[in-house]
């Protein structure tokens, strides 16, 4: 999934067995990625971790939780290379966990979480965590999308209101081009995460990248019109210049500048533009061809437990620790990412810039990431699918089409 976050930058190497001491010390590998900007940041993921391992351990003496922090760029390369060498943490924490389960390396979630626990997720979101009706993946955060909108710039081009269909979209980015902001729309289509851009906008169209019947479906017709629509506007000079080369960390940061009159963006969005000194702006729901999306792109990130080193008591203390503790709550707070528990949604349900993306997340629409051959297409649309906006969309959509066909 969502992926959700940009990158911060990490550590290298390699996990391993988890070790037992000769005064019962169980030492947990774990590895997890990076929310924060990297090493020696405030916000760093080691940071991060070290505060919640720390607190876990004094509670559980006996238990010590060795994190080793990767970067989202480098994570699933690197994990895998530590599985492919018998070098399998106990603990990860990443953004997708299908393919462990096709090799039987996971815990199913009943035997590293308690029921309180379990019970208290969402329910939507658990559900995304089953294959073939067993649970392995145990949801760790979520976020949500919406429209956000630089309210100095929309008075400025004489906008009166945030754009509910793609006509009104793009005639509010004429209006603000013409009232001199070089970036009407950001549209970023660049390899961080062009599918979840592209994925909400098909979802404007009745799109996605899998049919009602479950076949892939990434050269629709609702999709190619989708995207020779964005390819106008990008054409019209309504948008980020060539997105397919722009990732949304440089695009949110143009509109904390004040260069982007309109973005699609979620929580995560928020420090960035707080950073900048970008007050005035508007949360808005995410436009559609004919109207709002009456649903948006929700993002899943996971952490599940691999079954080789066992220690299954061990690291279930651990997981029933960072659901019920401050650890869950700490993540909101440093990262704006969102619970995925009941109770976690009910302690945020007074952050008024929180507020839009949490009515969202019930009723989110997700990747197919449960279709183990996402794995394989995810790359490949992060690759390509900015090229539909810049050749022609059928072409580049059909392509995608066929290798997701013969992933699978």
């Not at 390819?231 to 722009?246: C, H, I, S, W, Y």
Request: glycine letters at 12%; hydrophobic letters at 35%.
């Amino acid at each position: 999934m969502l992926v959700l976050s940009s990158c911060g930058s990490g550590g290298s190497g390699g996990g391993g067995d988890t070790q037992a001491s000769g005064d019962g010390q169980v030492t947990l590998k774990m590895v997890a990625a990076d929310y924060g900007d990297g090493p020696g940041k405030p916000n760093s993921g080691e940071t991060f971790w070290k505060g919640v391992t720390d607190e876990f351990t004094k509670a559980n003496p006996n238990i010590k939780v060795d994190v080793q922090v990767i970067n989202w760029n480098d994570i699933d390369k690197q994990v895998a290379t530590m599985v492919q060498n018998g070098q399998i943490p106990d603990i990860l924490q990443t953004g997708d966990y299908s393919g462990f389960v096709e090799d039987g390396l996971l815990y199913k979630v009943d035997e590293v979480l308690s029921p309180n626990v379990s019970g208290d997720m969402l329910q939507k979101f658990a559900e995304f965590g089953k294959v073939n009706g067993t649970a392995y993946g145990i949801p760790f955060v979520s976020s949500a999308r919406a429209l956000f909108y630089n309210k100095d710039l929309f008075e400025k081009a004489k906008i009166a209101e945030p754009p509910k269909t793609w006509d009104e979209l793009k005639a509010a980015a004429e209006k603000l081009k013409a009232a001199g902001v070089t970036q009407p729309f950001g549209l970023p289509l660049g390899q961080e995460e062009a599918q979840a851009e592209s994925f909400l906008w098909m979802l404007g169209n009745g799109g996605g990248y899998k049919d009602a019947s479950g076949k892939w479906a990434i050269n629709s017709p609702q999709n190619i019109e989708t995207f020779t629509y964005m390819k106008g506007l990008v054409d019209a000079g309504l948008t980020t210049p060539n997105p397919g080369t722009k990732d949304r960390k440089t695009v949110w940061e143009d509109f904390g500048a004040g260069k982007v009159g309109m973005v699609n963006g979620g929580p995560m969005s928020i420090p960035i533009f707080d950073a900048a000194g970008l007050k005035n702006y508007g949360v808005a729901p995410i436009p559609g061809k004919t109207g709002p999306l009456d649903t948006t792109l929700g993002v899943m990130d996971w952490i599940m437990a691999f079954n080789k080193n066992g220690h299954a008591a061990e690291i279930k203390k651990f997981f029933d620790f960072f659901y019920t503790g401050t650890a869950a709550q700490k993540i909101s707070d440093t990262y704006k990412l969102l619970p995925v528990t009941n109770g976690g949604i009910q302690k945020l349900s007074g952050d008024e810039k929180l507020k839009p993306f949490l009515d969202a997340l019930p009723n989110a629409s997700f990747y197919p990431f449960q279709d183990p051959k996402w794995a394989t297409l995810n790359p490949a649309i992060k690759q390509t699918i900015g090229g539909a906006v810049k050749d022609d969309p059928a072409k580049v959509l059909g392509e995608l089409q066929k290798t997701a066909e013969a992933a699978g």
